[in-house]
């Protein structure tokens, strides 16, 4: 029975060595030559003035998290809604549970503010 998982092991045993022997090869491979002007900071063209440390808002990242979830939820809705006279009620009601739980997230990310911009 194991036999039957070697080409598996094989597969993920490669999946993790392979990355580590590309960054080495780069590593290796890449230009060691830092000088003042490759390690300042470079932004539009102009050197930074003032304190480059900014904070931003977390309502951004909220918003990018709540976008994400409900990208996401497309993806899911689209083959769903291509195969629906052929799937049945099952997934239909597997459907409106994954809708409702999307709802009530939208709901508590409503309730506690992180929909407000300012």
């Known amino acids: 029975m194991q036999q039957d ?3 598996i092991g094989i597969f993920f045993l490669i999946a993790a060595v392979f990355p580590m022997i590309v960054l080495a090869t780069a590593w290796l491979v890449r230009p060691k030559r830092p000088s003042p002007e490759k390690l300042s900071t470079y932004e539009c063209g102009l ?3 003032g ?3 900014v ?3 977390i309502s951004y990242f909220l918003y990018a998290l709540i976008f994400v979830v409900f990208d996401v ?3 899911f809705l689209y083959p769903w809604a291509v195969r629906f006279s052929s799937l049945g009620l099952f997934a239909f009601v597997e459907m ?3 809708i409702a739980i999307l709802v009530i997230g939208l ?3 409503w309730k506690e503010g992180a929909l ?3």
Request: proline share 0%.
């Open 47 to 49: 050197e930074t003035q």
């Open 107 to 109: 709901w508590y990310a």
């Open 5 to 7: 998982y070697a080409g």
């Open 96 to 98: 409106v549970i994954f």
């Open 55 to 57: 904070q931003f808002k």
């Open 116 to 118: 407000e911009w300012m």
């Open 73 to 75: 939820e497309t993806v």
């Open 51 to 53: 304190s480059t440390w």
